[in-house]
């Protein structure tokens, strides 16, 4: 029987478990996908830990678990075994990458048609699994920061998920990228064609010794204070300031905020026209997935346990 990986309560990643499930059907719109990788993003264990949701304790039965918990896994690559009735060009045996879908971790998933692309024949599964939500949330922050030829742009968070891809695609884009990141990932930054500096105590200051010119734009994949602190005071342009993490301090900056929270930008329409661009530019190679390390299905919890920790260098990857 297929299985599938889900949170049994809220808390920490130690509440995640395997269990077996019927092999799904597809919708008349829809299709099933063996799953042969999903990306493992924040999201996922944002979703069961409370981030989200303040809990409250009568949803819990007496074991702690609670009545109707989310499913995991945003997004996956994998080959398609069942094609819905209305289907038309996808087929049976097509190799795909699914975004967005939800409870990807797992062998099967359900999925609508409009939500598969053609996996790049030379895109290996891990990097196809874990294109999509960092790349269109990219994409879409750049985008909202405006960022082009010609600018320098400040780049929060550069060696995280979502920073990888938009030190590439900025810098694909033609502008002059600065990213923030630890030491230790300074030599790939710099193949991304990055300058890297390290984030903490003095980052104005480094990035003025590099931007002699100034800074034109700002994209925040860190989330922290600084790199709003930084933004504010390097970029004279609030407009062109993008951040990915929602704060009452972000929201009063008059800065782009951008996610699925109360006021935010979801930027739909971008991020769902960005994932053919992606799927071309990762195909051909123009466009690197940075894969850190990948998981069996069932060490799912130890995946989220390192992803917590924050400094993955790059993706985090299950393998049913
Ligand atoms: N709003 C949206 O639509 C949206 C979409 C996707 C993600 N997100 C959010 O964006 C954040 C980043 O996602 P991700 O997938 O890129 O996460 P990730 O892969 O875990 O990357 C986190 C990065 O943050 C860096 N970092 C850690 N501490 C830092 C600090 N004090 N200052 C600056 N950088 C620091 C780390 O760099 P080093 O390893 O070099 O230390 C690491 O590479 C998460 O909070 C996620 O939930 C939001």
């Known amino acids: 029987m297929p299985r599938i990986v889900r949170p049994t309560a809220y808390g920490s990643p130690d509440v995640l478990a395997v269990t077996e499930v019927p092999t799904p059907r597809a919708a008349a719109d829809g299709v ?3 799953v042969r ?17 303040a809990v409250a304790e009568d949803l819990k039965d007496a074991a702690g678990i609670a009545a109707s918990m989310p499913s995991v896994g945003l997004e996956c690559a994998g080959v398609v075994t069942e094609v819905g009735r209305d289907v038309t060009g996808v087929r049976v045996g097509d190799e795909v990458i699914v975004y967005p879908v939800t409870a990807a971790y797992a062998d099967r998933v359900t999925a609508p048609a409009t939500s598969v692309l053609p996996k790049p024949a030379g895109l290996g599964w891990a990097e196809a699994g874990s294109l999509m939500l960092t790349g269109t949330t990219a994409v879409h922050a750049l985008h909202a920061a405006g960022v082009g030829a010609g600018d320098t742009v400040l780049v ?19 502008a002059t990228v600065i990213a923030t990141a630890a030491e230790r990932n300074h ?8 300058v890297p500096v390290v984030y903490g105590a003095g980052l104005a200051d480094r990035v003025r010794a590099v931007a ?11 989330g922290t204070d600084e ?3 930084v933004s504010l005071e390097l970029v004279a342009d609030r407009t062109r300031i993008a951040s990915i993490a929602g704060s009452p301090r972000r929201a009063a900056a008059g800065i782009a905020v951008l ?4 006021g935010q930008d979801a930027g739909t329409e971008v991020r769902t026209a960005a994932r053919g661009q992606l799927v071309e530019q990762a195909g051909s190679g123009a466009l690197r997935v940075v894969v850190a390390t990948t998981f069996p299905l069932d060490e799912a919890a130890k995946a989220h346990e390192v992803g917590l920790a924050g400094h993955a260098p790059g993706k985090l990857v299950l393998i049913p």
């Open 37 to 53: 990788a999903a990306g493992v993003n924040p999201v996922d264990w944002k979703l069961y830990s409370g981030t989200f949701h």
């Open 259 to 262: 996610g699925y929270g109360p």
């Open 156 to 174: 929060h968070g550069g060696s995280g998920g979502v920073g990888l891809m938009g030190v590439q695609l900025a810098a694909a884009a033609g």
């Open 227 to 229: 790199a709003l602190d």
């Open 32 to 34: 099933v996908v063996e």
């Open 187 to 194: 030599a790939l930054l710099r193949e991304l064609g990055a």
């Open 212 to 222: 002699p010119r100034g800074v034109d734009a700002a994209v925040d994949f860190a």
